[in-house]
């Protein structure tokens, strides 16, 4: 299992998705910043029996988002279920790619249809903080119910290479706290679950810090020079954790080392963001262009 790569941030000439090979059966793919400023990172597990691709991306079309093709050839005739880390578009857009592969189950994105698939019992709005199976074949995974950021969010842990899967529940940028006292209770449940289990690594689906402390990029930025890497350690989802429960009286925005918190942003906060964003395109740097 290795996590030794550079990923493509934004500079001109880079493929539309960046494959990486990260062990036996487990693929990260990256799209390009330059298609979507999201950016997101998607995954796919595959068993002996079938995989597991988590999330679709930001992009629908195949002519700048070839996902069913990449999957395809990594993966070629194994049954494939298509699940989301959570239902935002920006990890839903291409799930259209797939709708008319043969043995492929798409779960859609919203709440029934995710706690019926993997088998959460009843909740009233959000799905149940507990913890179930899926079997790919000879890899197991488990689904951790992850509300907080979005009522049906899940996080996806695989002994196989030990990455604990979290969506934008956790990872190096702006963590949004939705419904705060579920995104609490969940990273209680993240931090409990690693504390029993082999965790590698923390790996979530965008990267929005710089390497400096506590600067995150601009949303929106197409670009993005000096990114941090895209793993977090177990050490770190403790101090998410713990920021996150020391801001939990204070509304707003918070900054952190490695990630800021959004608790339960107001609409003043998210205007900050879009305009610090828009004036970023304005005057912001642009990547450089290679040289024939």
Not at 123 to 130: C, S, T
Not at 188 to 196: C, I, Q, T, W
Not at 246 to 257: N, S, T
Not at 262 to 288: A, F, S, T
Request: aromatic letters at 8%.
């Amino acid at each position: 299992m290795s996590l030794d790569v550079t990923w493509i941030h934004g500079t001109a000439g880079e493929p539309d998705i960046q494959l990486h090979r990260a062990g036996d059966g487990t693929f990260i793919l990256r799209q390009n910043k330059a298609v979507t400023y999201e950016a997101p990172f998607l995954f796919l597990l595959a068993g002996d029996d079938r995989a597991l691709l988590l999330d679709t991306g930001a992009t629908p079309g195949p002519e700048s988002f070839p996902l069913r093709a990449t999957v395809d050839e990594l993966i070629g005739d194994l049954p494939l279920v298509v699940a989301h880390s959570h239902g935002h578009g920006d990890h839903v857009a291409a799930d259209g790619q797939f709708a008319d592969r043969p043995h492929t189950t798409i779960v859609d994105r919203d709440l029934e249809a995710v706690r019926a698939f993997f088998g959460f019992g009843p909740a009233d709005d959000r799905l149940p903080g507990e913890t179930v199976t899926f079997e790919l074949g000879g890899r197991t995974l488990s689904i951790i119910g992850s509300p907080g950021h979005h009522k049906a969010a899940i996080t996806v842990h695989d002994p196989r290479t030990g990455f604990l899967l979290t969506g934008d529940t956790v990872l190096p940028g702006r963590l949004y706290a939705f419904d705060y006292p579920e995104f609490l209770a969940t990273l209680d449940r993240l931090v409990a679950f690693a504390d029993e289990h082999t965790v590698s690594y923390v790996l979530g689906c965008h990267v929005e810090m710089r390497q400096q402390p506590r600067r995150d990029f601009p949303i929106g930025a197409t670009y993005h020079p000096g990114e941090r890497r895209l793993e977090m350690t177990v050490e770190q989802l403790r101090q998410v954790r713990k920021a996150a429960h020391d801001v939990a009286g204070r509304r707003g925005v918070h900054r952190f080392d490695d990630f800021v918190i959004y608790n339960d942003p107001r609409q003043g906060d998210l205007l900050r963001l879009l305009v610090r964003g828009r004036l970023h395109k304005l005057i912001g740097r642009r990547p450089p262009r290679r040289t024939p």
